[in-house]
């Protein structure tokens, strides 16, 4: 009984490992004009989903050394990218740029 405990334990985590380095999905909201949380590190192969928890505001999401990003994103609407190569990637909210909507994604290479 309990070796069976144990081993269903250590293969849960070994799972949630191997998840969390090939292709997790992390949540990043959009929430009193901020994103939250603003600086995220995740590993290569990430999915960051940002999703608009507002009541009444629309924002956006863009990666300004790119020019890429998301269209307008009303209340519960969401965009999603997937983080492919190691790197810094910063970006900021267009339509609140002068209010310091801002965040940055820190993706970092597999062992
Ligand atoms: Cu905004």
Same mark, same amino acid.
């Given at each position: ?6 081993? =269903? ?6 799972? !949630? ?5 090939? =292709? ?11 994103? !939250? %949380? ?25 990666? %300004?050394?790119?020019?890429?990003? !998301? ?14 190569? %190691? =790197? ?6 267009? %339509?609140?740029? !002068?209010?310091?909507?801002? =965040? +940055?994604?820190? +993706?970092?290479?597999?062992?």
């Amino acid at each position: 009984m309990r070796w069976t405990l144990t081993c =269903g334990a250590l293969l849960a985590m070994s799972m !949630s490992a191997l998840a969390m380095a090939n =292709g997790d999905t992390v949540t990043v909201e959009m929430i009193d004009y901020g994103y !939250s %949380p603003a600086e995220l590190e995740v590993p290569v192969g990430t999915t960051v989903r940002w999703v608009n928890m507002e009541r009444r505001t629309s924002h956006d999401v863009y990666f %300004p050394d790119e020019d890429l990003g !998301s269209e307008r994103l009303f209340p519960e609407e969401y965009w999603e990218r997937r983080f492919d190569n %190691p =790197g810094t990637y910063e970006y900021h909210c267009r %339509p609140h740029e !002068s209010r310091d909507m801002r =965040g +940055v994604i820190r +993706v970092i290479a597999n062992d």
